[in-house]
């Protein structure tokens, strides 16, 4: 004999295991913006909708990543200083005594911060002059 269970009723706020969308966000685009985003959208598979919802998510999220990105990028400064100034003497046959390797050390920590948002600014400024790329 078979038994039947009922099907537990959907949440009249889920769709297909999400929450349902219901706020509107709009914009407004040129021409060439326009071809630009439905191009984007066709080759990815999307309509121009659904790719504008997932690159806004994508870089709101990244946004909010922000505080992390900036603190690895003055960790990767930081070790390129390093690195350069002691592959420098390196190269050039000298040998680092610990005092020096310490100073190494303390002007890598005092700088690191200010040649990494130099790096993050430098970076912003390019990508302002290609929008599009």
Same mark, same amino acid.
């Given at each position: 004999?078979?038994?039947?269970?009922?099907?537990?009723?959907?949440?009249?706020?889920?769709?297909?295991?999400?929450?349902?969308?219901?706020?509107?966000?709009?914009?407004?685009?040129?021409?060439?913006?326009?071809? #630009?985003?439905?191009?984007? &959208?066709?080759?990815?598979?999307?309509?121009?909708?659904?790719?504008?919802?997932?690159? /806004? /998510?994508?870089?709101?999220?990244?946004?909010?990543?922000?505080?992390?990105?900036?603190?690895?990028?003055?960790?990767?400064?930081? #070790? $390129? #200083?390093? /690195?350069?100034?002691? /592959?420098?003497?390196?190269?050039?046959?000298? $040998?680092?005594?610990?005092?020096?390797?310490?100073?190494?050390?303390?002007?890598?920590?005092?700088?690191?911060?200010? &040649?990494?948002? &130099?790096?993050?600014? $430098?970076?912003? &400024?390019?990508?302002?002059? $290609?929008?599009?790329?």
């Amino acid at each position: 004999m078979t038994t039947i269970h009922p099907m537990p009723e959907r949440d009249a706020d889920k769709l297909r295991g999400r929450d349902r969308r219901s706020h509107n966000l709009s914009t407004k685009l040129t021409h060439d913006e326009e071809i #630009l985003i439905e191009g984007a &959208a066709s080759a990815s598979g999307k309509t121009p909708s659904e790719w504008a919802r997932d690159a /806004l /998510l994508r870089e709101a999220k990244s946004s909010s990543d922000l505080i992390g990105a900036e603190a690895l990028m003055t960790e990767i400064v930081g #070790l $390129q #200083l390093f /690195l350069t100034d002691v /592959l420098q003497a390196v190269a050039c046959g000298e $040998q680092m005594t610990p005092s020096q390797y310490e100073e190494l050390m303390r002007r890598v920590k005092a700088n690191k911060h200010h &040649a990494a948002r &130099a790096v993050i600014m $430098q970076h912003g &400024a390019e990508k302002k002059e $290609q929008p599009y790329a």
